[in-house]
């Protein structure tokens, strides 16, 4: 086989580093020095594409690249003919509107007439028909948050992190109208070679992605309480079990979920155990 599949990827913005991270960590080297467009992987058959994240929808649509790393955003704004095939759980944001802190807001309705201004026509324009308001929108490409202090709209409709830079621009989030995360986009038409070659990173992403949402845990137990023990933390198949030297007691190693950590390790210590290690996981395959 010698197929090789195209990845597209932002070429610099905040979608860069993670997604690049998410290709390291599945052992896929590959140079990518300032600057450069295109690059291969000198272990692996990808070649990547570097692009702004505007274009990444309609290049994997169109086939120049058969796969994309985008955030839901511009993928849903861009309207594509794409194939997700995994969300990624980084770059997460929101769109949300947004008006000036002085103003009092009751619901959807005040936006009745009034001017938004967004870089998000589609997704804004969608949102207000569902919701019976008709207002006037106002496409900017950037500095989203500067319209109502200039006078151009009355409210804005824009990407939400922290929140912090509507609250240096005096405005107040009212309305969240969609939640996004970055996510891995595939043409809708690849033979099975290039099908073969995605089964195999996504594969790898998943091992990744599960190794980072559980942990690696090791504790001392006393032997009357290891059934209680092994019930908070049954692991993958069931924990190993090993004698420690002083007598009547266990090591028990397992895996938990990130998510039940705390909790779990409450519960863990309530039934006995002690000198508890939680490690992180690189990859993990069930
Ligand atoms: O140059 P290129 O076109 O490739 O990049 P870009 O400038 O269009 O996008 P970029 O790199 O800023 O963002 C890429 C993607 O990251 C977006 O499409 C979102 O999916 C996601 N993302 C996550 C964000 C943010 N967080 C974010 N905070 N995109 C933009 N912002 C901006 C937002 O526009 C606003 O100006 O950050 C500001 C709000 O942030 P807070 O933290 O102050 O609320
Ligand atoms: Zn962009």
Redesign the pocket.
């Known amino acids: 086989m010698n197929s090789i599949i195209r990845i597209a990827v ?7 580093d993670d997604s690049l991270s998410l290709i390291k960590e599945c052992g896929i080297k590959f140079y990518n020095g300032t600057g450069k467009l295109k690059s291969t992987s000198t272990n692996f058959p990808i070649e990547f594409l570097f ?5 990444i929808p309609g290049y994997v649509a169109d086939g120049v690249a058969d796969l994309g790393i ?5 993928l849903v704004e861009k309207d594509k003919d794409v194939n997700v095939l995994k969300k990624l759980g980084f ?3 929101r769109l949300s509107l947004a008006i000036p802190k002085s103003e009092s807001y009751t619901n959807i309705h005040y936006f009745q007439g009034k001017n938004i201004a967004t ?1 998000y026509p589609k997704i804004l324009g969608d949102y207000l028909e569902t919701q019976n308001v008709h207002a006037e929108i106002h496409e900017i490409s ?4 500067i319209a109502p202090s200039i006078g151009l709209a009355e409210g804005i409709c ?11 621009n005096g405005l107040k989030e009212v309305e969240t109208i969609f939640k ?3 996510v891995l986009i595939s043409n809708k038409k690849l033979d099975a070679e290039k099908l073969e070659i995605v089964d195999k990173l996504l594969f790898r992403i998943n091992a990744v992605q599960k190794g980072k949402s559980n942990k690696y845990v090791l504790l001392n137990a006393p032997n009357d309480s290891l059934d209680k023990i092994i019930s908070l933390i049954p692991g993958m198949r069931s924990p190993t079990i090993l004698p420690l030297a002083q007598e009547g007691w266990s090591s028990v190693h397992s895996v938990i979920a990130e998510d039940q950590f705390w909790e779990n390790i409450e519960e863990l210590r309530a039934a006995g155990a002690e000198g508890i290690l939680v490690v992180p996981i690189e990859k993990m395959v069930v």
């Open positions: 932002q070429k610099s913005g905040r979608l860069s692009l702004r994240d505007d274009d985008v955030g839901e955003n511009e770059s997460k944001c870089s950037g500095s989203v948050e824009d990407i939400v992190s922290s929140g912090s830079t509507l609250m240096m996004s995360e970055a």
